[in-house]
């Protein structure tokens, strides 16, 4: 059973600048991962899959990139709307997520 | 607009039953996988069930294999999940999720439902 471990748990960025999430995988995974969005009281919103590939409506300050085991999502300028928690996937395994804060 | 509406959920004792069903509109239903995912109340996303397109590739989570049954009905365009020998563990908000791909192959989960909630408890 693959492992997904994320880092670090709690972020604090100030809007305006860049925050960057990673997950690791215990094993390879090639390019199969997905970064999700989740704010309070609503359902979890796709953001990336495929490790780089953006979703539909995604806006282009969130990218994605690595592969094999380690994977960073980069939000490059925060607005307020992104304070939220992130989840990366791999099939049947989530990451146990990581809550993105205002400083 | 794709729309994934669960419904279903309920308070049950442990040791029942409950069935989930998920109605969806928006998108060409039997072109999809589509999966169960579930989550605790507080807690992270875990995984629970995924179905392909034909029914024809079926997974589950360890946590509730042999006691949760996922199915779906292409005519109907809608998801089921059936429940059985619930367990107080298994009090989660259960979400319908559409895969991006027809099988079960590095699926994710491009569109989710709001939920239905179930709380196994006496």
């Known amino acids: 059973e693959i492992v997904m471990t994320q880092s670090p748990a709690t972020l604090s960025v100030s809007p305006g600048e860049r925050a960057t999430l990673s997950c690791r995988a215990s094993?390879?995974?090639?390019?199969?991962l997905a970064w999700y969005q989740q704010k309070p009281g609503q359902a979890p919103r796709l953001l990336i899959y495929?490790?780089?590939t953006r979703a539909t409506g995604i806006p282009a300050r969130f990218s994605g990139s690595g592969s094999g085991t380690e994977f960073t999502l980069t939000i490059s300028s925060l607005q307020s709307e992104d304070f939220a928690v992130y989840y990366c996937?791999?099939?049947?395994?989530f990451g146990q997520g990581t809550k993105l804060e205002i400083k | 607009e794709v729309q994934l509406v669960e419904s279903g959920g309920g308070l049950v004792q442990p040791g029942r039953s409950l069935r989930l069903s998920c109605a969806a509109s928006?998108?060409?239903?039997?072109?999809?996988?589509m999966h169960w995912v579930r989550q605790a109340p507080g807690k992270g996303l875990e995984w629970v069930s995924g179905?392909?397109?034909?029914?024809?590739?079926?997974g589950y989570a360890d946590s509730v294999k042999g006691r949760f049954t996922i199915s779906r009905d292409n005519a109907k365009n809608s998801l089921y999940l059936q429940m059985n020998s619930l367990r107080a563990e298994d009090t989660a908000l259960y979400y319908c999720?559409?895969?991006?791909?027809?099988?079960?192959?590095?699926?994710?989960?491009?569109?989710w439902g709001q939920g239905t909630l179930v709380t196994v408890s006496s």
């Open positions: 495929g490790a780089s």
């Open positions: 996937q791999q099939q049947g395994t």
């Open positions: 094993q390879s995974v090639s390019s199969n």
């Open positions: 928006g998108f060409t239903f039997d072109d999809y996988a």
């Open positions: 179905i392909s397109w034909n029914s024809g590739s079926i």
């Open positions: 999720a559409k895969d991006g791909l027809q099988w079960l192959d590095d699926y994710y989960f491009d569109y």
